[in-house]
Nanobody, 126 residues
Framework: EVQLVESGGGLVQAGGSLRLSCAAS????????IGWFRQAPGKEHEGVSC????????YYADSVKGRFTISRDNAKNTVYLRMNSLKPEEAAVYYC???????????????????WGQGTQVTVSS
């Protein structure tokens, strides 16, 4: 069974930092691009950051460039998202998912399957 389990969310003050983790199982992790996405109440899922499987190429939404860092540890089947200088408007449920590798070639960070797990809640107080 394919599983991607997010953790690391929580409550942080504006300007604070969090590190999210995404533990994968049930598939050959090294073969897949992975992304972090978020969904705020009443909004669609938004691609935040993606990382490729082959050379670790990264993509960031303009709004998070310079503040967020995505990384992966293939030995641990885990992808991380370090988030610094968090803003109240970035409060959302954050999800990881397999990214669409074809779209990532065009710097588009979108989910390949459109399936979402439980996610991890990030709350940013002002």
């Amino acid at each position: 069974e394919v599983q991607l389990v997010e953790s690391g969310g929580g409550l942080v003050q504006a300007g604070g930092s969090l590190r999210l983790s995404c533990a994968a199982s049930g598939f050959v992790f090294d073969d897949y691009d992975i992304g972090w996405f978020r969904q705020a109440p009443g909004k669609e899922h938004e691609g935040v950051s993606c990382i490729s499987s082959n050379d670790g190429t990264t993509y960031y939404a303009d709004s998070v460039k310079g503040r967020f860092t995505i990384s992966r540890d293939n030995a641990k089947n885990t992808v991380y998202l370090r988030m610094n200088s968090l803003k109240p408007e970035e409060a959302a449920v954050y999800y990881c998912a397999v990214a669409d590798e074809m779209k990532l070639l065009f710097s588009l960070c979108v989910s390949r399957f459109g399936a979402w797990g439980q996610g991890t809640q990030v709350t940013v107080s002002s």
